[in-house]
């Protein structure tokens, strides 16, 4: 569960309803909650951006998208100590017993990247195919995922014009029988709901998620890198201290105390 | 045939028009379709719009956008799993039986990409030129396909300027004569339809093509990378497996699966 | 001469004079040409385009600009098929009589950058040297000419404000003395005179300019390229079959048939 | 304490009261502070820019938010001539006597980044290795700090929307009863304030600060290449003269001369 | 003294001011100049823009910044062809009379950069170190030049959004007390004058300065490398004429004759 994205969009949308409420009160009357509802904006808004934006996906893509909404929303952190601290121990492992020690820990594991990574070292793949290997499937990775990030930030693009859109629609249909005068402020104020269910739904939701979804995927590139960086180490059979050292660089001064791994603590790694 | 493209504009559009009868019926009244068709704006916004980006096209291109429009439609995705499949087919046949034994294959390769790196191999090319050869051909591809994603993108930059162009002379016109105020009603509607078309030709027509076309040219990139790291493994005679697993790095994990070669199945391989 | 320059502004400004045209006839008038004609605006929107773009040049580019616009009316697209005929007849020739077989030549190359080249191969300089001269040539080239191509852009970019600066102005003086209030729907017509100018300058002239003279620096880029590639390729002694080849990498599948050399009808090459 | 922030946002703050003030006092009239305090835009603009932006944080950069304010007004730029003069003190300790002499060193180093590298050299880790270490540890505090200042502009880019959305509700909620036209001025301009929270806050504080951590960045990334580049030349057993020049050479030409070790008057030096 | 920097600022505001005045002949009046003159926005716009901007200095670039500015004004361009001849000079007295003849000509040179490379050339430091010296030195420049270009880009970018700030504040002043309808106009007016003083100076002032520092930069980096590649040739003891060739490629086609070495003109270099 990620706290931060509900949090966050609590928060905006609460601010937003708040500030309604709270200018009722000053102006001493009540809110109007029909007026900010209307289903000519609502169906032009979101079935035209949604429509506008899908275009641009293939069939995997559209299928994909309810579970890459929900990444946003139940996406956990990588363990990045925890990860340096396995590395670090597989190194130690390897370095005493040899690769072939670690044929018993594919099973183990859980991350699918890792669990490739290993099984390459295991099999005796040498050094270059096992880095191209790794480094295209990392960079196709972060090609699937930015657009999956850059399809959020196309609706939160799409939104607002489809917005205008609507308000214009709006204004033309006022303007075009201004036989009632005191219609006129009426119809304006609908017209303009469309602007603001635009303008609302590209900022207070369709942008945040897009922001969540590229921090997220920066994160997961960053775990990859350390395994990759990680696992081409323990074949080079590269001192465990460097190892940890440069592999403790990729993550932020906070994090590296608990990464370190504690000698003596942890049972696997002394004796 | 593209479903994701035409469902998509389908989509917005149905939303477009589905909004303006909404509020038809909300209103009480019926739909004033010819208030939203006005000849002026759609020759201004329509002809303008196409005449300013065209400028930026040579003759050669300006011939190959129909096709280039239909690929939007009737595009298919590229079967990477396949292509797959065949790559390592021919590297075990390769194995067995030297290069020489693609020579036959040539005349069943449809892709032409495909066909001319199988007869550089044949021809016994050296790897780098092969390499030089097969990459500025992906790169002057890219460049090419950039540039009919890019054209529709600057429909989509020019589409609501000309838009705005056509406002702006509506309201000079009515505004230079006041005559009869009743008529100022209309004629600014009138006036704002250059803006509805520029901005919805823009964002539910060209901008979604225009990514469409990128995102087809980003997989017929992959595509072709796919073919060449494949094939200069194959020369290179790496182990069938290794080349299957480094190719398999290009595709989605979900995709795979399917791509993995299935031993026993398919006669070919094994025996 | 490019026709596509000069017909795609025909048909924008075509379009924008057409809709005004139509209007007019359909709102049962006639057009007020003189009602678009300003010359406040006039000197204003171009007056200050071009001395705000201009302050970013040296004085050799303003002087080379007149050229530099002549070139987006009468460039020629580069004949790359006839290019690389040419670079593989003198592979051939060079692979028969040795490099000194092109000194002759040197004296019928039109092409500067050609000309250069073939100069250094006669003089047997070495490989780097060239690639380094070569390389350079074309780097500051490609400088060059997209600062052309973002000159116009610029003037692209000040126009509208300038339109919009001209607007307020106007807007300003007419709303400072409202002594007789018939006056004003002219008066505001009359400011928003210069938006149009703005905006119309910037996206039916500047930008469509701008964009061509990129295509053309690109295509000039792309066309050196070709050279260079197969200059080197000659003095490094390769065969001919694979020089045509990774020339024709370089240019579009449609020219490639034009590009391969026919051999029996060329007299120059067979023999 | 970075003077400039805070001289900056004073002067900033100052002209905006001050107009308002000016204004005042040429109107003959004073100043209505309340008209510009409305709660409603102000839970509007502040809450919702914030739960907007949040949306794309991690936990821990949430929580490292105030410390991240903090530096833009409580920086000190780095002083690179004392860095350099210290790395060349370093060469010429080490050229004399060994790796070894850094070891007591390392005590009494207070930057983290430069403690870590001087261990390195002493441990005798090799070249690449520390080259490796050192980089990805440029390269993530590189990522990490770019991430604060794009925080600080994602604030500054939600603030201006979200102070149009509240104008736009204000807008409705004014049109949709619009019995007493009297009211209608105080409730358009009361709709303008959250406009105006949301450019004020975006351009006057937002923006600003999310430059100024942009900036803190760029020189902490750059006093981290100039130890990384000294180290290694250390390492390298480079002359402390060239070292010198070469570290100098990241530096503004103003800030050289004080780098530049003046012998004689640096006891540690000499001798 | 850069004519054209002077040339374009002073044709841009004439424009202004010239179509201010043909607006008033036309309109039968005469320029009412104090209407365009007010001390609020005034204060607002530059104040407000100014100290927005230089929040992201150091205290260093704010003191260097009118030195900037007089770059922009009193700047002379770079004479490569100059610059070239010289250093076609050294490689010819290299050559006949080693390195060390250079010695004597350093206190001629008057470029620092240069003077420090011919330094370093005579040093006898090696290649590798004075490629890396250089580059850096290079990069660094490019560095802080480009952000006094962009320094002037923010003050573009803050200037209009001030301008809006002072229009919204100054109509909110108006709405909230319509006493009195006729004094609405003025207000009106006089609100816009702040967007006119931001779009304005952005556009006319800021940003041409801006393209123009741009421009510098990238000329003084042009020459830096040619004077780089051309002590570095020398030091490897190239041939003079594959020099000249080589550092002729930097420049453009139209200077290169006046920069090629007159042999037997020059009378330093015949002989």
Redesign the interface.
């Known amino acids: 569960m990620d ?3 509900i ?10 309803v ?3 409420v ?3 009160i ?2 001493g ?1 009540s809110v ?1 909650a029909a ?2 509802m209307k ?3 609502l ?2 808004v ?3 951006t ?11 893509e ?1 299928i994909a998208l309810p579970k890459v909404i929900m990444k946003a929303f139940f996406n956990k ?1 990588p363990d990045y100590p925890e990860t340096i601290r396995t590395l670090v121990n597989y190194s130690r492992q390897v370095r005493r017993d040899g690769l072939l020690v670690l044929e018993k820990q594919t099973k183990n594991i859980t991350n ?1 990247f890792m669990k490739k990574g290993v099984q ?1 070292l295991v099999d005796g ?1 040498d050094m270059n ?1 096992i880095r ?3 480094e ?2 990392i960079a ?1 990775l972060k ?2 995922h930015t657009e999956a990030g850059e399809f959020f930030m ?1 609706l939160g693009g ?1 939104a ?3 917005g ?3 308000t ?11 036989s009632d005068p ?1 219609t006129m ?2 119809a ?2 609908s017209a ?5 269910y635009g ?2 739904s ?3 939701l369709y ?3 897009g ?2 979804l ?2 997220i995927n ?2 997961e590139i960053n775990e990859r890198k350390i395994m990759l960086e990680g696992l081409l180490s323990i074949q080079a059979g ?1 001192n465990p201290r ?1 190892i940890e ?2 592999l403790l ?6 994090e590296r105390e608990e990464g370190r791994s504690k000698k003596g603590a942890s049972g696997k790694e002394t004796k």
């Open positions: 706290l931060i994205t949090a966050g969009l609590v928060l905006a949308w609460a601010a937003l708040g500030s309604v709270i200018e009722a000053e102006g009357g109007n007026m900010f289903l000519g904006p169906v032009l979101f079935g035209g949604f429509g506008a934006a899908m275009v641009g996906l293939t069939k995997e559209l952190k699918d390459l793949v195919h191209l290997i790794m295209t499937d196709l090609q699937r196309k799409f607002p014009t489809l205008i859109i609507g214009v629609i709006g204004l033309v249909n006022m303007l075009s029988n201004l005191s402020g009426p304006i104020a303009f709901i469309a602007t603001l303008i609302s590209a900022n207070l942008m945040p998620i922001n969540k590229k921090k920066t994160m590269d460097i050292e440069r660089s990729f993550i932020s001064p906070k």
